[in-house]
């Protein structure tokens, strides 16, 4: 069965510090990973999909196949990237996401 | 484009009685999924409708849980004589369904359903 991991709740850094999100995947077919943000008091939006390989707000993943992770990174935290981030992996013929249950990351001054 | 729109933000039930959960999906998404979140989990899978069909309802709990999306008007989510277990946040997502980002689901702010 798919599953997706994020062993961290809480990452706490300071601002201009290196931030490393972790997700690993468990997935039978050929993974399509992303990951989700919500910021506060708002709603989940996409950040980053893997198959496009794009940068968003300094963010990249990259997809391991051989360590199946798809961790989240950005060389210098800023105070805003504070959020709820959530990895995710469709299944189901692209019909459905399976979710992490989510890193808070905090980001301090 | 407003996005996904879902209401009610809030709902109090008293066990027993019935949760309508309303879902208007993005212009010119035919796709609307609904997922559940419970306290201190990740966003689970319920169902995946388009217009007028239910295309996997995998996650769907066998009694109690239907879903609809009729040819006009928004998805409904309806629990009937909710449980507190039922309380938790209840998220709509839709997607276009065609083209190179059918992937992608748009969120909507979610419906948090208290029952006590």
């Known amino acids: 069965a798919q599953r997706v991991t994020q062993p961290e709740k809480l990452l706490s850094v300071f601002k201009g510090a290196p931030v490393e999100l972790k997700c690993n995947y468990s997935?039978?077919?050929?993974?399509?990973l992303f990951w989700y943000v919500q910021y506060s008091r708002q709603r989940l939006q996409l950040l980053l999909r893997?198959?496009s390989r794009e940068s968003i707000k300094g963010f990249t993943a990259d997809l391991n196949k051989g360590e199946t992770s798809f961790h989240l990174k950005k060389p210098f935290a800023q105070e805003e990237d504070s959020a709820m981030y959530y990895c995710a992996l469709v299944t189901g013929g692209g019909n459905k996401l399976t979710f992490g249950t989510g890193t808070q990351l905090k980001v301090e001054l | 484009n407003a996005g996904v729109m879902q209401n009610p933000r809030h709902l109090v039930r008293r066990r027993g009685q019935e949760a309508r959960l309303r879902c208007s999906p993005m212009k010119g998404h035919s796709h609307v999924y609904w997922y559940r979140q419970l306290p201190e989990e990740g966003l689970k899978f319920m169902v995946y409708?388009?217009?007028?069909?239910?295309?996997?309802e995998s996650g769907m709990p066998k009694e109690r849980f239907s879903a609809e999306f009729p040819k006009e008007g928004p998805s409904i989510l309806r629990i009937q004589q909710v449980v507190r277990g039922d309380s938790a946040a209840y998220f709509c997502?839709?997607?276009?369904?065609?083209?190179?980002?059918?992937?992608?689901?748009?969120f909507g702010p979610g419906t948090r359903l208290t029952v006590t």
């Open positions: 997935y039978s077919g050929s993974p399509e």
């Open positions: 409708l388009q217009k007028e069909n239910i295309i996997d």
């Open positions: 997502a839709s997607s276009p369904g065609t083209g190179f980002y059918t992937y992608e689901q748009y």
């Open positions: 893997h198959i």
